[in-house]
């Protein structure tokens, strides 16, 4: 993992944007992968009898969970320049989604790919562009968690 200096300061720039309505991003993006990829749905139990994108808007359990998604992203975004802290997030992250919920690695790339989506809507492309390499680091240390893991 190797970023600039500049890259990172512009990463955290753009993810400061997002960040900023943590809960409300956080939301939409879970709101769109369960709606855009139903089955991304089927892990979450407590979210499979909820159809409608604005029940899924105004449930606890799909705020919070997106907010919780937001949070592990901006602590990875505040160790861009620290390899060793990174991964120390990521690797327990990425072992537990594979081993205890057996969350399918696939849906790490469906839901950064809909941050980007979200900030380019948003805030324009240049923030977009300003983020891709840290959802692209973020998705291969994932992947390479669950290769370890046995996937």
Not at 61 to 76: E, L, P, S, W, Y
Not at 117 to 123: R, V
């Amino acid at each position: 993992m190797s970023f600039s200096e500049a890259e990172v300061q512009s990463a955290r720039g753009a993810w400061e944007k997002m960040y900023a309505d943590a809960e409300d991003n956080g939301t939409t993006v879970l709101v769109r992968m369960f709606t855009e990829h139903p089955d991304t749905k089927s892990y979450f139990t407590h979210f499979k009898g909820m159809d409608s994108a604005e029940e899924m808007k105004q449930s606890d359990q799909v705020r919070g969970h997106g907010k919780k998604v937001f949070t592990a992203i901006n602590d990875m975004v505040q160790h861009l320049d620290n390899p060793e802290a990174f991964l120390g997030i990521v690797n327990p992250l990425g072992k537990k989604h594979a081993t205890q919920l057996k969350i399918d690695p696939k849906n790490f790339r469906i839901i950064c790919d809909i941050i980007l989506q979200l900030m380019e809507e948003k805030f324009g492309g240049d923030c977009k562009s300003s983020f891709e390499k840290v959802t692209n680091e973020i998705c291969s240390h994932l992947n390479n968690v669950y290769k370890e893991a046995g996937w």
